[in-house]
């Protein structure tokens, strides 16, 4: 799979190859030199691209845990991809039971809802519903987001959380939404799969522990 640092270390590799051609009297640089500097080129823009990203992403994980309404998260969240659910025609249908506090860092939970839902929003540039729903089971609270898009192929399920996977790399993505969202479920303690929703489309499913206050 495409990891960009691949790329730049092949053209790294040509270079050298073309750079020991010139010592030993090779004519000068032509056309592959200039494709394998392209390729280096591109490939470090793209690492720069994914380190600001992860900068982004990772830059609240000391933060302390806090008392956590995550009904409230829900709303911040939804209300920050308003515009952008708008502008897709994107309909939401958030359904939140009564929830319990949750210890967890401010600033996380919205990066993995807002992962999940800017994920959907793209699997429905024709427009669509969105469907939020939270609630609570004796030991752990669960939160899901489901679309009414395509669905994931059966073949990308196992690997959709890896980093550096995506399909929409054309379209700018990282691959790097989801193994974010998993890293920062999986320090909560939590579980996050996906599955297929009810009808069509994907559905992915944060499972998140109850703690009491004490148990921090
Ligand atoms: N709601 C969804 N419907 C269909 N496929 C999805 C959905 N969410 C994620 N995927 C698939 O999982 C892949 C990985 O998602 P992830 O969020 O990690 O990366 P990305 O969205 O491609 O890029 P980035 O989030 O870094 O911009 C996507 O490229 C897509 O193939
Ligand atoms: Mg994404």
Redesign the pocket.
């Known amino acids: 799979m495409g990891n960009p640092l691949n790329f730049a270390c092949g053209g790294c590799d040509e270079l050298a190859a073309r750079l020991a051609a010139l010592d030993r009297g090779a004519p000068g640089p032509g056309p592959s030199v200039r494709a394998a500097h392209q390729l280096i080129a591109s490939g470090l823009a793209r690492i720069k691209s994914i380190l600001d990203?992860l900068r982004r992403y990772l830059s609240v994980g000391d933060a302390q845990l806090v008392a956590t309404d995550l009904a409230e998260e829900i709303d911040q969240a939804l209300e920050l991809a308003a515009e952008r659910l708008r502008s897709a025609g994107v309909r939401v249908d958030k359904q939140i039971a009564r929830l319990p506090v949750l210890w967890t860092r401010p600033g996380e939970n919205h990066q993995v809802l807002l992962?999940m839902i800017?994920?959907?929003i793209?699997?429905m540039p024709g427009g669509g519903a969105l469907r939020v729903t939270a609630h609570a089971h004796d030991r752990t609270v669960e939160l899901a987001v489901s679309?009414t898009?395509?669905?994931?192929a059966d073949e990308?399920r196992d690997r959709?959380f890896e980093p550096f996977?995506?399909?929409?790399r054309d379209a700018?993505?990282?691959?790097?939404?989801?193994?974010v969202a998993r890293e920062i479920v999986m320090r909560h303690g939590g579980t996050i799969r996906v599955e297929a929703a009810d009808g069509a489309g994907?559905r992915f499913a944060v499972s998140l522990p109850r703690r009491e206050a004490g148990e921090r």
């Open positions: 990203n992962n800017g994920n959907a793209e699997a679309d898009g395509p669905g994931v990308d959709i996977f995506t399909t929409r700018g993505g990282t691959g790097l939404g989801l193994a994907a």
